[in-house]
Nanobody, 127 residues
Framework: QVQLVEYGGGLVQAGGSLRLSCTAS????????MGWFRQAPGKEREFVAT????????SYAGSVKGRFTISRDNAKYILYLQMNSLKPEDTAVYYC????????????????????WGQGTQVTVSS
């Protein structure tokens, strides 16, 4: 079992930056591909970014590419999402998620591939 806890959400003006963190319990973190998803009010949860267990491979949703950067520190069991040039449409609850298939070569953008989820952290971008 993996427990995930997100930190770093808050209120920021458009054009500003935030860095989200997701701490994970257990050594399995370093073997798992990880992802960030978000859910805006009244909308379905959507993919934001994913990173392979090694950190070498990443993928981003088109709406955040070039503005957001996903990274990880396997020694500290922490996943990050650096968000720059934030827009009001980035307002959502952000979730980190773990794909428990060990050392998987396939990073996924779909929710069903992820086994564990954090409780989410609110990001609000004002115009």
């Amino acid at each position: 079992q993996v427990q995930l806890v997100e930190y770093g959400g808050g209120l920021v003006q458009a054009g500003g930056s935030l860095r989200l963190s997701c701490t994970a319990s257990g050594r399995t973190f370093s073997r798992c591909n990880m992802g960030w998803f978000r859910q805006a009010p009244g909308k379905e949860r959507e993919f934001v970014a994913t990173i392979s267990w090694s950190g070498r491979n990443t993928s981003y949703a088109g709406s955040v590419k070039g503005r957001f950067t996903i990274s990880r520190d396997n020694a500290k069991y922490i996943l990050y999402l650096q968000m720059n040039s934030l827009k009001p449409e980035d307002t959502a609850v952000y979730y980190c998620a773990a794909d428990l298939r060990p050392y998987s070569t396939m990073i996924s953008t779909t929710m069903r591939e992820y086994d564990y989820w954090g409780q989410g952290t609110q990001v609000t971008v004002s115009s």
